[in-house]
């Protein structure tokens, strides 16, 4: 017994379970930064807003019928970031593989810094945009591009401007 007491306090027992630890809290950083590791990682930090698009970037695609209806309630600001500032994250959560894939290609087509959440756990019906404070314009400018009726809904967002999750309609 004297000589398992002795292993565990030694110095060298101490030194290799440190190491080990070490090892493991690297390993499991790698694992949830590597893409499609772990749970959905996004880039932290802001951005401030750029000039406003041209006539030819803010054209709208035609993606779906569904006209686009919001409700300006503060102040359009008179610049909006560029789009490729703008960190979007798109969830699927009721609408068909194939919507998502052409809603997820077109945002990329516009420049949209587009990431990809992990499918919701329930359907939702009608689609909704959150966006973190300061960034309303650019939710009305990302459903209006993508012909959507979604709901606007601010929320105090980490590291993402917009998060578009994608309902039946």
Do not use: C, H, N
């Amino acid at each position: 017994m004297d000589f398992i007491l002795r292993i565990v306090q030694s110095r060298a027992i101490k030194v290799v379970a440190l190491v080990f630890l070490l090892a493991l809290a690297f390993a499991g950083t790698l694992y949830l930064l590597l893409p499609g590791g772990g749970k959905f990682v996004v880039q932290t930090g802001g951005r401030p807003p750029e000039p406003a698009p041209t006539e030819a970037e803010s054209s709208p695609i035609s993606i779906s019928p569904t006209p686009t209806t919001t409700s300006r309630t503060e102040a359009t600001p008179t610049a909006l970031p560029e789009r490729s500032k703008i960190i979007l994250v798109i969830q699927l959560a009721g609408a068909s593989p194939e919507e998502y894939a052409k809603i997820t290609d077109a945002a990329r087509s516009l420049g949209y810094a587009v990431r990809s959440a992990p499918p919701a756990s329930e359907s939702i019906d009608r689609s909704i945009i959150k966006y973190r404070p300061g960034y309303k314009s650019s939710a009305e400018r990302l459903a209006e591009e993508i012909r959507s009726s979604a709901q606007l809904v601010e929320e105090p967002l980490s590291g993402v401007d917009l998060w578009l999750i994608l309902g039946r309609s």
